[in-house]
């Protein structure tokens, strides 16, 4: 299978051969290939954490339309789409947004602090950017592999991006501090921040 649409039809193949109460015990050949395919799913590790078995059952929102349901040891059951594992959507930017906003403090005071505002490649004045040298996207990666139970609700401010509600400040305050410890700035004008290197 070398193809996505390949890919996509031989799993829902699997899906389609409809209800079952226990993959483990009736289709263990299809649970193994399903739990194969669910480590490359974009909530992976935490997704699958304590799975013990697999269901089969109507789709909640499309009753002609069969998922798949994680069991939990704790006998709870949450349903995971296969297709997020072949195609995966793009990054919550949402949860970006947020990751962004809550350490919106440090960028300006690192910008505050600076004697001269000039881009540290070119010495250009204007459009300048604060930059992270190892990049925004690979610090929160990092922080994922040692905090991934990762908010999935969020609140709107007055110009309209995403921000932690306040009942994740612990976490929120987790992400401010590892960044505040790792994350190194420079200042940057656009076209420089816009052709760097990306690492």
Not at 76 to 91: A, V
Not at 113 to 135: G, Q, W
């Amino acid at each position: 299978m070398t193809t996505q649409k390949a890919k996509i039809e031989y799993f829902k193949k699997i899906l389609d051969k409809g209800v079952c109460s226990s993959l483990v015990k009736q289709r263990p050949n299809d649970y193994k290939e399903m739990m194969e395919l669910f480590t490359n799913h974009p909530e992976y590790p935490y997704k699958i954490r304590d799975v013990v078995d697999m269901n089969i059952t109507k789709n909640t929102l499309n009753r002609k339309a069969f998922q798949f349901n994680l069991i939990r040891k704790d006998g709870t059951n949450e349903d995971i789409s296969y297709r997020y594992c072949i195609s995966k959507p793009k990054e919550n930017h949402k949860f970006l947004d947020a990751m962004r906003d809550c350490i919106k403090p440090q960028i300006w005071a690192f910008r505050n602090n600076l004697n001269d505002i000039k881009c540290e490649l070119c010495n250009k004045k204007e459009n300048i950017h604060i930059d992270h040298i190892y990049m925004f996207k690979n610090l929160v990666i990092d922080f994922l592999v040692i905090n991934p139970n990762k908010p999935t609700l969020f609140n709107e401010n007055t110009d309209n991006q995403y921000v932690f509600r306040s009942e994740d400040v612990e976490y929120a305050n987790k992400w401010y501090e590892y960044h505040k410890l790792n994350a190194t700035l420079r200042p940057l004008c656009s076209k420089c921040n816009l052709t760097r290197k990306h690492c």
